[in-house]
Each structure stands twice: as structure tokens, then as C-alpha cells.
């Protein structure tokens, strides 16, 4: 698909109009997909400093059965603080589109 091509059909108007459809729509997942890797980045560099200097006091070859176990709860317990925070942040973004009336895709 050409974003730049004209059509040369009967109605142009609607096949320049799907046309548009399809390019906004592709446009917005490639948006969200990129939106959500870039969270999921956020999440691991967040669960590397915080995890990491609470449980790891001193770096080695290995890790420890305590470090170990501490790295999963922290793991665990950030991770279940990230979505909770993450979905309460849609809920309200979608009840501010619906109070102005927008259509905003999630």
C-alpha cells in the first residue's frame, strides 16, 4: 500500500478515505506496540535498580538461595505494583476521553 498514490477508481473520495483508515490505524498500533516496549524497558531497568541493590549486597558468581528468593518477592511485588499503577492510569485516561466526547484507541 503506497501512502502517497492516488486512486484512480469511480469514488475516489472513498477509496482515499480507506486508504487513510488503514494508514491512521496502522500507525496507532505501531504506536502502541512501540509504547509498550518501551514500558516493558522501564519495568526491567526499574527491576534491575531497585531488586538488584535491595537484595544483592555482595555481587558474585552466583547467587545465594536468600538473594534468590529475595529477587522473586521484589520481582513479584514490583511487577504487581506496575499493573495495578498501569491499569488504574487507563482507567482514568478512559474516563477522561469519555468526558470529552473523544474516541482514543487503548
Given at each position: 500500500m503506497a501512502i502517497f498514490s492516488s486512486s484512480s477508481s469511480s469514488t475516489p473520495e472513498t477509496s482515499d478515505q480507506q486508504s487513510s483508515a488503514e494508514i491512521k490505524n496502522a500507525l496507532i498500533?505501531?504506536?502502541q506496540t512501540e509504547a509498550a516496549v518501551t514500558?516493558?524497558?522501564a519495568l526491567v531497568a526499574k527491576l534491575?535498580?531497585?531488586c538488584f541493590d535491595r537484595c544483592i549486597s555482595t555481587p558474585g558468581s552466583r547467587l545465594s538461595p536468600s538473594e534468590s528468593t529475595c529477587l522473586s518477592?521484589?520481582?513479584?511485588k514490583y511487577i504487581s505494583m506496575w499493573n495495578a499503577t498501569s491499569k488504574a492510569y487507563l482507567n482514568r485516561v478512559t474516563e477522561e476521553q469519555k468526558k470529552l466526547g473523544g474516541n482514543?484507541?487503548?
Open positions: 498500533k505501531q504506536v514500558n516493558a524497558r534491575n535498580e531497585n518477592a521484589c520481582m513479584e482514543a484507541a487503548f
